[in-house]
C-alpha cells in the first residue's frame, strides 16, 4: 500500500535535503529518497556536494595547503620543520571522517524534523492534477504518493569522448578525492573550479600538474583583471596551464597518453600517470522515468519556470538538474522558495547576487557582473581596486597576493559586482552579496568602519577607490 504524503522530494543532496527540512518545519508532512551508498553499503545522505564534491574537496585542499605551508611557509615565521612526511593515508581518512560527519548532520536534521527518508530511487510512475506516484527501488521497493513533488537529482560528470571514466587512471572528481599515492604526473583536462581544485591539491602534494583547457582565454566566467592576476600567482606556484588546447585523443595503457593540438594548432603529446576530466557536469535524470509521465526536458535539463515549477502540476524541480548556476548554495536557495511556495508564502531568489568562490590558494570569489559584462552591455560604470599588497592584515598573514575589485554605476554609484582574489575571499564575498542584495553603493560599504586590521579594510578601501578615496594605497 502506498505511503501519502504532502511533498517527496527526490534527491538528497544541498537543494533536496535543505527543501524536505524548510517543507517540515512548515508543517507538510515530507518525505525525502535518495540512493547514495557508502562503500560499505550505509545510506549517505548529502548527495555529490558532501560525498564527493564540495566537502571532501575542502578537506583536501586544506590539509594539503598545511602541508606545503609546513615544507615551505612556516620558515618566514620563524617555525622551522625537520623530517616533514607525508601521511597521504591519514590525509584521506581525516577526509572521510569529515565526509562522514556532514553525513550524519544531514541524518540528524531528517530525525529532528520528522521526514521521513527512503533508501532507494525515485522515480516516476504516474503523475494526476492532484497528486503523483513514485516509486523507490532499494533494499526494500515501496510506493509513495504526493501532493507535491520536488526533483533535486543533481548532476554528474561530463565523461571526455572516447576516455570513460574507470576512476584508476581516468579520473572524475570521485576518483580525484581518492588517489591512493600522489602521481608523479598529473594531468587534467578542463581549468574550471574542479580541475583548477584537484590540481592544486595534488600539485601541493608533490606531482607535476599540466592543465588542459580549451577555451581560449582563463577563467573566461571571472572577470579579467582577477584572471590574470590568478594566472600569475599560479604559474608561479608551479601549475602548468594550456590554453586553447583540442584533445585528438586518449590511449591509456599502464599510463595515459593525451594527444592534443595547442593553441598554435601544433600537434602534442602528453604522458601522465592519472588524468582527471573536469569538462563540465550534465544533469542526472538517470531512472527518474520522465517519459511516463510527459515531465518536460531541455537539453536534458528538466524544465522549470523562474519558480522551479515543471509543465506538470505540482512537480517541481531545483539545483542542477535544472538551468542555472550548478552550486550548492543555489540548489539551497531554490529549495527553501519551492517549500515555501507550496506552503503559500511568496519568496524571491535572486540569481544576480549568487556569489561563486574558486578554493585555491589565492581563492577566487565573485558576485554580479564583470567589467567585460558591463562593457558588452554598455553600461557606464567605474571601478575601484585594492591590493591586499597594502593590507596589514595580509602582511601579518603573509599571504599579500591579490586584490578587491567593486564596479558600481557611474551614475547612481549602486554596486553591480565585487571581485576578490585573495586570503579568503570565500569570507570576504558575503559583504558584498549582503551591499548587493540591499542595492547599497560603493560609498556606503567605503563610509562602513571595518575592523582594524583585517582583510575586510580591502573591502573599505576597493570601494573607495570607486571615487579615487582609497586611503592605504
Known amino acids: 500500500m502506498a505511503q501519502s504524503f504532502d511533498m517527496v522530494v527526490i534527491g538528497g543532496g544541498p537543494g533536496g535535503y535543505v527543501a524536505a527540512i524548510r517543507a517540515a518545519q512548515l508543517g507538510l508532512k515530507t518525505a525525502c529518497i535518495d540512493d547514495w551508498k557508502t562503500p560499505d553499503g550505509k545510506p549517505a545522505l548529502g548527495g555529490t556536494c558532501t560525498n564527493i564534491g564540495c566537502i571532501?574537496?575542502?578537506?583536501?585542499?586544506?590539509?594539503?595547503?598545511?602541508?606545503?605551508?609546513?615544507?615551505?611557509?612556516?620558515?618566514?615565521?620563524?617555525?622551522?620543520?625537520?623530517?616533514?612526511?607525508?601521511?597521504?593515508?591519514?590525509?584521506?581518512?581525516?577526509k572521510d571522517q569529515v565526509v562522514k560527519a556532514s553525513n550524519d548532520g544531514v541524518v540528524y536534521l531528517f530525525k529532528k524534523n520528522k521526514i521521513a527518508f527512503f533508501h532507494g530511487r525515485g522515480s516516476f510512475v504516474k503523475a494526476g492534477a492532484d497528486s503523483c506516484e513514485i516509486a523507490v527501488k532499494g533494499a526494500q521497493n515501496e510506493t509513495l504518493t504526493a501532493k507535491n513533488v520536488i526533483v533535486a537529482t543533481g548532476s554528474v560528470p561530463r565523461a571526455l569522448s572516447g576516455a570513460a571514466f574507470d576512476e584508476k587512471l581516468i579520473l572524475s572528481n570521485d576518483g580525484a578525492l581518492a588517489i591512493p599515492e600522489v602521481p608523479k604526473r598529473l594531468g587534467v583536462v578542463g581549468a574550471g573550479v574542479i580541475g583548477l581544485e584537484m590540481g592544486s591539491v595534488w600539485r601541493r602534494l608533490g606531482s607535476e600538474v599540466t592543465i588542459l583547457e580549451a577555451l581560449p582565454v582563463f577563467l573566461g566566467a571571472a572577470d579579467e583583471q582577477i584572471a590574470r592576476e590568478a594566472w600569475k600567482i599560479f604559474a608561479k606556484?608551479?601549475?602548468?596551464?594550456?590554453?586553447?588546447?583540442?584533445?585528438?585523443?586518449?590511449?591509456?595503457?599502464?599510463?595515459?597518453?593525451?594527444?592534443?593540438?595547442?593553441?598554435?594548432?601544433?600537434?602534442?603529446?602528453?604522458v601522465f600517470d592519472r588524468l582527471i576530466v573536469s569538462i563540465g557536469r550534465i544533469a542526472n535524470t538517470e531512472g527518474l522515468n520522465p517519459?511516463?509521465?510527459?515531465?518536460?526536458?531541455?537539453?536534458g535539463f528538466v524544465a522549470v519556470d523562474e519558480e522551479c515549477r515543471t509543465n506538470l502540476a505540482g512537480v517541481w524541480a531545483i539545483g542542477d538538474v535544472v538551468r542555472g548556476p550548478m552550486l550548492a548554495h543555489k540548489a539551497e536557495e531554490e529549495g527553501v522558495a519551492v517549500a515555501e511556495r507550496i506552503a503559500g508564502q511568496k519568496p524571491h531568489v535572486d540569481f544576480n547576487t549568487i556569489p561563486w568562490v574558486i578554493y585555491t590558494t589565492p581563492e577566487i570569489a565573485w558576485v554580479g557582473k564583470t567589467e567585460q559584462q558591463l562593457k558588452a552591455e554598455g553600461v557606464a560604470y567605474r571601478a575601484g581596486t585594492f591590493p591586499f599588497m597594502a593590507n596589514a592584515r595580509a602582511r601579518a598573514l603573509g599571504d599579500t597576493s591579490g586584490l578587491v575589485k567593486f564596479v558600481a554605476d557611474a551614475k547612481t554609484d549602486v554596486i553591480l559586482g565585487v571581485h576578490i582574489v585573495g586570503a579568503f575571499a570565500s569570507e570576504l564575498i558575503a559583504e558584498a552579496v549582503v551591499a548587493m542584495e540591499f542595492r547599497a553603493s560603493s560609498e556606503d560599504i567605503g563610509m562602513i568602519c571595518h575592523a582594524h586590521p583585517s582583510l575586510s579594510e580591502a573591502m573599505k578601501d576597493a570601494a573607495l577607490a570607486v571615487d579615487k578615496r582609497a586611503l592605504n594605497i
Do not use: C, W
Open 291 to 299: 517519459e511516463a509521465v510527459g515531465l518536460k526536458l531541455e537539453r
Open 56 to 94: 571532501p574537496s575542502k578537506a583536501l585542499l586544506q590539509s594539503s595547503e598545511n602541508f606545503e605551508q609546513a615544507g615551505h611557509g612556516f620558515a618566514e615565521h620563524g617555525v622551522r620543520m625537520k623530517g616533514l612526511e607525508l601521511d597521504l593515508a591519514q590525509m584521506l581518512k581525516r
Open 237 to 270: 606556484q608551479g601549475l602548468k596551464i594550456e590554453l586553447g588546447v583540442k584533445i585528438a585523443g586518449v590511449k591509456v595503457k599502464k599510463d595515459v597518453t593525451v594527444e592534443y593540438a595547442d593553441a598554435e594548432g601544433k600537434a602534442r603529446s602528453a
